[in-house]
């Protein structure tokens, strides 16, 4: 039972500098707190409160001052930069404010991009992109550019792009930051679809109110400082 | 596989960009190869010389003339075998703008020195039973549309009058490096109107050609020649046909080595040009590397993304320029066979311009790939949007 409620992911005593030329400059301090497996966790905060840094942090795409950050079993914190690379390929899925999707590919190209760093062979690549491209809608956009897809479109593909290599995580950074609202409501549908009936544990940073919404936990960022209140929405 | 069709992709991913630094490429190597080529040609009389022949010519200037006896005395020493000799005569077609080099020689001799001239048994029976004939190579044959049997009249420089000349024979080059424009007559034609008109001129060749039994000995050979004559009344300097050869180029030596200073400028302007590409292409993809890099790809993948791209640009651009030397170069040869006989791109060139183009993709990739993998990734990313 004990090893059940085990966090996912736990942050124990956070803090994170930037250094601008001779100034250093503190954005993070002493964060701690537990992400639940399964959660879907709305990280909010007014713009340079940290948000994005933070999570880049528990993605393991930068490296805290101090403090550690397990997931799973694992302190990444502790982990050399080629060992960063292969946990990230292995464990996390990305979805950016600007769906950061390669242009000269295509959609299903894009999707296979992270199964080129693991053992399936070339047809079971494609299998797998095909498959999570249809979960999110768009097998018959296969073998268009992202340049040829409407925002929602690429985020989309995005996010098939983040599921298809199975993921212990999913971090989000302003997933509808770039999105209409029609386009948005679509994507946060999908990212909770992927956690209630995937069980995916989902990390979203946002500013918007109404992607908050769609999470079931609330944590508040304001200038480096984790809010201790923890909101909670109605399922 | 996977990178490989990114870095295509992406280096044709800007149409406009991409074209115009492949044509800049391909017009840099295009004049590149020119330029070598120009100064091969220079050279191509020092290449085509024989290791075993030598050339002795009086010692004070190439002007004066040595006595017709000296061929005995140079026949008698150690290494010789074959001695030949020859005027420059110097003789104008129709038009001073007609250059070709003309020359009288003893011509059994001559043409056993020479192998490489190729000429029909049956013309060259015709030309030494001829006191008026002439031998010419191919392409000069050509030029003027010479036919064998053809009267040719040339006016005399050194040699005042108008001289009749009757073709009969063609040479050919045993290959690609020899000079077919060259004009060939009988020492005696000139030697007995020369007697008729100054006889203190007769009797005397401007330069004699030796042919040594090995080349190893040509050395030793021409310090032994030019002993025999030390202190005599026309000393004589003997050396290879090669040192020769290159004697005549000293003072085209300079234009050489400018040509070959701008050859190397033009790479090194195009190395900027090409740098510059490289620069703008990797800069917009940022963002693209540092995704790649989130995804679990390394510094080794980047960097090969990165020379890639590079490589396919300069590779395409040198491509095309290599190719084009070829029909560029017959061009100027079929316009400037005056002054270049010889117009061959040569396989260093070939090779020249594959070290262009590696130089130039190494020179624009190193800089952006350090910049693309030292970057960290929350910085890459942050360039988007
Ligand atoms: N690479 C960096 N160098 C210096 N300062 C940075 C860097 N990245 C972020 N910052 C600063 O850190 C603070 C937090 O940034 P960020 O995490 O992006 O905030 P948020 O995502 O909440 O808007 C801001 O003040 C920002 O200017
Ligand atoms: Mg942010």
């Avoid at chain 1, 098939?160 to 509808?176: H, N, Q």
Wanted: charged share 20%; aromatic share 10%.
């Amino acid at each position: 039972m004990t090893e059940q409620t085990k966090p996912i992911v736990e942050i124990r005593n956070l803090y994170k500098s930037y250094q601008r030329e001779s100034l250093v400059v503190p954005v993070l301090f002493d964060i701690t707190f537990d992400i639940a497996a399964g959660e879907f966790l709305a990280l909010m905060g007014p713009s340079g409160s940290g948000k994005t840094t933070l999570l880049n942090l528990i993605a393991g795409i930068d490296r805290a001052d101090s403090g550690s950050i397990h997931v799973g079993d694992i302190d990444i914190t502790t982990l050399t930069e080629t060992e960063l690379a292969a946990w990230r390929a292995n464990s996390v899925g990305f979805i950016f404010q600007f769906y950061n999707l390669i242009p000269v590919l295509q959609a299903v190209e894009n999707v296979e991009l992270p199964l080129h760093l693991t053992v399936l062979t070339k047809k079971q690549r494609r299998e797998h992109a095909q498959m999570a491209l249809s979960m999110v809608g768009l097998a018959h956009r296969m073998d268009h550019y992202p340049g040829e897809m409407s925002g929602g479109e690429q985020q989309r593909v995005a996010i098939a792009r983040a599921i298809v290599t199975d993921p212990t995580i999913l971090v989000a950074d302003e997933p509808t930051g770039d999105l209409d609202r029609v386009s948005a409501e679509e994507i946060l549908s999908m990212m909770e679809r992927l956690n209630r009936d995937m069980g995916k544990t989902i990390i979203m940073v946002t500013h918007d109110p109404r992607a908050a919404a769609r999470a079931r936990i609330l944590r508040h960022l304001d200038k480096g400082y984790l809010n201790d209140a923890v909101g909670q929405n109605p399922l | 596989m996977l990178l490989a069709k990114i870095l295509f992709r992406n280096a044709f991913h800007n149409k406009l960009r991409s074209s115009l630094t492949i044509l800049g490429i391909a017009v840099a190597i295009l004049a590149f190869g020119l330029l070598r080529t120009v100064i091969s040609s220079f050279y191509a009389g020092v290449e085509a010389a024989s290791a075993s022949r030598l050339v002795t010519r009086n010692a004070i200037s190439i002007i004066f003339p040595l006595p017709i006896s000296y061929a005995g005395k140079i026949h008698q020493v150690e290494g010789v075998k074959t001695v030949s000799w020859g005027n420059w005569f110097g003789g104008i077609y129709i038009d001073e703008k007609n250059f070709f080099p003309n020359f009288c020689v003893e011509p059994v001799t001559y043409f056993s020195l020479y192998p490489e001239f190729v000429l029909d048994e049956k013309q060259k029976k015709d030309f030494l039973l001829d006191r008026k004939g002439a031998v010419v190579g191919r392409k000069l044959a050509a030029k003027y549309k010479w036919k064998i049997g053809d009267t040719i009249t040339l006016k005399g420089t050194i040699y005042p009058g108008n001289w009749d000349f009757v073709l009969r024979g063609i040479y050919r080059g045993r290959d690609q490096t020899v000079d077919e424009t060259q004009f060939f007559f009988q020492w005696t034609y000139l030697n007995e109107a020369v007697k008729k008109i100054a006889p203190v001129f007769a009797d005397k060749a401007g330069f004699f050609m030796i042919g040594v039994n090995r080349p190893d000995i040509a050395a030793d050979t021409a310090v032994r020649i030019d002993a025999i004559f030390k202190n005599s009344l026309a000393e004589t300097l003997t050396e290879t046909e090669k040192a020769f050869n290159l004697g005549f180029l000293a003072m085209a030596e300079a234009i050489v080595t400018a040509i070959q200073m701008v050859s190397f400028v033009i790479i090194l302007i195009i190395m900027a040009v090409v740098a510059n590409t490289m620069a703008m292409t990797t800069r917009e993809r940022t963002g693209d590397y540092a995704i790649m890099k989130t995804l679990g790809f390394g510094a080794k993948d980047i960097t090969l993304l990165i020379f890639g791209e590079a490589l396919v640009l300069t590779m395409t651009g040198t491509f095309i320029g290599a190719s084009l030397t070829f029909p560029a170069a017959r061009i100027f040869a079929a316009e400037l066979s005056t002054y270049f006989p010889i117009f061959l791109v040569s396989r260093t060139t070939l090779y020249l311009d594959l070290v262009a183009a590696l130089l130039m993709a190494f020179s624009a990739a190193i800089i952006p790939a350090r910049h693309a993998v030292r970057i960290r990734i929350a910085d890459g990313l942050r360039r988007i949007g």
